[in-house]
């Protein structure tokens, strides 16, 4: 008896899912991208949510005084009003903090300032120690973890710290460490980059503060008594003096603060989830039109059997599902993974307290599955209709369909896009240099979008020219292999334009990276370097005699100058400080050469900004009194946007004769000088600081205005490699486009490589063969991307930063030479395993499969 047939038809399945692991790799890898932001975001706004509720541990209620006048006390000060009384509160504690200056007692360790924080009382939030015990005593102090890391002290060991007494007299007090807080009780988050900090208690306050616990404090916290109501204490005690709201309610307002930052934040981490999505579009749309062009016959065979266009169209689906599915599900995993294995790394460096366990939440999980399948379902789009658009007999006949009006079209509309797209770009930029700066960033950007669109439209038709010249070189360099290397590629424009810009996008956006942030640095550093030249400026009424040698003993402190100075009253609401430096003095220290040739006898130095302070201009001729009496007859030059005033010795001389008051400039040693030892600028300006205090210095005040182009410049440099990071993960997916792109190739072209072996050509040349071609798109991908990059670079960082300071564009070749090169290397590495599965098979092979 036979078996009944099964009423549901199994269906075909026209490309072996073997055939798709290098469009299920690239799935994966941008995918698991998105799942790695998704559990970054998660991890953020969980540091955020802890950050913000451990300042309200245990509080009910948030009384805010700032509205109530302060208290005259007898010596002349104000001080906040006094501790609220509210009936149905059961406990109150002060809140805010102060700074105090704290260095180890023995070993001889830097000193630092450590953030003061009172905690709540026991009874409202109980506080757990690592170590030891609460402070309870004027003379003992509790610290957080960091600081007693930070001070290398234990329980028992002693700190100084440096307090100033009601009299206003300055004391190094001795403190000792009692105990050391756990973090996890004082809502220490994973990642909230906790400053060292110590416990403020009603002991110690007087003597590290010089005031009792909450005497400068307008906002307490207060826990309310037991079945009492937060809500009926609000409504009966709050007035226009004393505002009063719940602890949820500044929590609340606390993590919607933070969060908008995130936002902020994950809006630009973002537009890198959206290159290596559409990277990965491209990728697996060429995948799909190549695998599907291999299985043509198959096609027509199920065409002329019967089959619907709508039939072959759910089989080709069901196959671009099939790969979605399974590509997002690897990278929705491998990002777990990754992060993990992230925070295992921070745990074992010491980055963080504790070791953190991925934040795995339903939109990790789903949002990469959903962006996989989504990607994936939009890459097929054009190769079933390429699949479904053709007749029974015509898809018998395996040729890649070209039309002429077509490529004309694509042609002439590229290039009318990609005009526009230039103006809008131009203009924009040109619109922000000249002051509206948020429309034309706008139309800049607009512009860019257009014009790079049109770019990987246009690849197409593009690509046969490029290929033409660029094959020209390689035939006299590679010889027959690179000769039918560039043929294959011609013969495949369709084919190597989507491979090629795979490439185009990775290379184009880091070179735009590369040339933005290297000129926005350079710009940056020119004009602040133009602005404030000095590094540290110190200032004092009377020095000691061996001032510069002190100075210059400071770690970091590279070389040091004394400056005569002095303050010109010019008819101004306030006088201007004046310096007198030599020629030599001024070359030697500011990180200017071009300073002491713009000085002259008669003529007041200065920049824009400060002339107009004072009510000066360029040219302007002004009289000023003269030290031994009557006047002196002055040029105001203006260089740049200069932020001091300078006059040569003999003028200075002239206006304010023998003067007490000096100054001296400091230059500090570059960071990469073994003399910095390691330090950042912020730390060398606080030893010098803390040294001159200590070293017979009268009234002196330190100034490092020329140390914000180190910041700028380190904060530049870690944005840069955090960008060009993640547009590292398209160009990883880009090379996985051109290794897919090569060995389907070469299944394709199975019995022409078998004629070529069958006519002498060694396995060598057949490698060879495959290696040239994917030098050559990639030598295309890499052309096009940096001409374009630094075409965007140039033009995005002048509509930014243009109206800001004077943008000059500049050009890292080391990092665009080593994008060419690495984009070169990437199409060389993609050629080995197809080029060993060319050479591998026995001609007789080859051309029985193909037969």
Known sequence: MSRPQSRRRARPQLTPLRRHVAAIITIALSTAFVAVLV???NLMTASIDQSSEAPFRGADLVIDMSGTDPVENPDGTLSAPPRPEIEGVETMWATGSSYVQMRPATGGGASRFVELRPLPPQEAAPTALR?????????????????????????GEDLLARTVDDQGEEHETTLRVTGIVESSDTGSALFSFDSPWAVLTEANAPVLTGAPLGAYTSVWLASVEPGADPSAIIASSSSDAMQIQTAERAIADAKSQGLSGIVAMGSIFGVFVVIALVTAAVVVGNTFTVTLAQRTRDLALLRTLGATRRQVAATVRGESLRVGLLGSAAGMLL???????????AFALGWTPGLGIVPASLLSVLLPLGAGVLVTGIAGIAPLRRATGVAPLEALRPVEASSRGAGRLRAAGSVVVFLVGL?????????????????????AILGGVLSFAA????????????TSLVGRLVRRIGGVPATVAAANTLRHPRRSAATISALLIGTTLMTMMAVGAHTAEVSLTADLDNRKPVDVIVRADAMPEDALAQVESVQG??????????????????TMTLYGPAAEQIDGIAVRDDISAKMADGVLLTGGDRAQKFGLHDGQEITVPAAGGGTVRLTVRLDGNLSMSLLTPATFAEVAGPSSATSMFVRLASPDDPARGGLDSITVLMNLQDWLEESGFENVRATGDGIEREMYGQILGVLLAITLGMLAVAVLVALVGVANTLSLGVVERTGENALLRALGTTRTQMRAMLAWEGLLLALIGAALGVALGMLYGTTGIMAIFGATFPTVVTVPWVQVLTVIGLTLLAGLLASVLPARRAASTAPAQALAAEG
């Open 39 to 41: 559990l970054a975001g």
């Open 131 to 155: 170590e030891g015990r609460a402070a309870s005593a004027p003379d003992e102090i509790t610290l957080s973890p960091g600081a007693a890391e930070d001070f290398q002290v234990s329980v």
């Open 335 to 345: 990002g777990h993974v990754l992060a993990q294995l992230a925070l295992l790394a």
């Open 423 to 443: 103006g809008l770009l131009l203009a924009g930029t040109g619109i922000s240099l000249g002051g509206a700066q948020g429309i034309g960033l706008l139309m």
């Open 455 to 466: 770019a990987l439209i246009g690849l197409v038709v593009i690509t046969p020219v490029a």
């Open 557 to 574: 402190v590279a070389d040091a100058v004394i400056v005569p100075t002095a303050e010109l009253d010019v008819d101004s609401a306030d």
